[in-house]
């Protein structure tokens, strides 16, 4: 395999914010590296993009929240494969909508390891490749949730107000080194998160964009496209960005 193109990491690329980025990303000419647990996924995106567009796709098929699993993975790339561009830090997830008393601890872990610790140990490696060659540009997806919280939202809000926080303080650390550090945060974005939000409900899920237009994730995919495209002496540091509809996390007017 030879590397022609600017490669871009995505996190969580088998489906929503991550698949759009990677389809446009591969339009626009990068070769990718996508990642995922869905293996079956993965190897079909690859086969699609390389079919449709003269890239390269490397998939790794990794739970980020495993230190081990991420460590291996990213480690064991090949150099080229090292010379990341733009990781784009997507995979993420939120787990069940209770009220703190109830909330269910297994919900919580999973939400903590994966939002905000699964972040931590890719940006960990990924940043360090970025400084050997002193250029890179790392994309965190946040929320509106990072941003104010809302009920029984309480421990998804939590980890997303932390990635907030990583984002402001990566651009910090990072800036000496020359790598962008921007934030994005998305509003009510029809994907398979509120499947996943309400355990493989299909239905409950479906109602939650219910009545008004939500965002959809190739939306997402292009305010990142053209946040890591502008020249090296501007950075966008931080985004929100709703569907019309939706003027807050609490408040949205739907027909
Ligand atoms: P999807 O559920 O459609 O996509 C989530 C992606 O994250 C999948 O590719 C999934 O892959 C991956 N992922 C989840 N957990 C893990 C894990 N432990 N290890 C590796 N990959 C994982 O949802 P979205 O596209 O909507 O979500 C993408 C990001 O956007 C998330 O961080 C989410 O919090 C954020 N967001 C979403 C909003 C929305 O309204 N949809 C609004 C604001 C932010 P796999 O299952 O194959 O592992
Ligand atoms: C996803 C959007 O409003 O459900 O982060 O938190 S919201």
Known sequence: MSITNKIVLITGATSGIGQACAELYAAKNFDLIITGRREEKLANLKLKLENDFNINVTTLCFDVSKKN????HLNNLPIALKKVAILINNAGLSQGLDPIQEGKISDWDIMIDTNVKGLLYVSKIVSNWMIA????HIVNIGSIAGKQVYANGNVYCATKHAVDALNQSMRIDLLKYGIKVTGINPGAV?????????????EKAKKVYDGFEPLKALDIAETIYFATSRPFHVNINDLIIMPTAQASPYYMVKN
Do not use: N, P
């Not at 060659?133 to 890179?136: D, F, H, I, K, P």
């Open 190 to 202: 029809e994907t398979e998160f509120s499947e996943v939000r309400f355990h493989g409900d299909k």
């Open 133 to 136: 060659e002193e250029s890179g």
């Open 69 to 72: 699993e991420v460590e291996k």
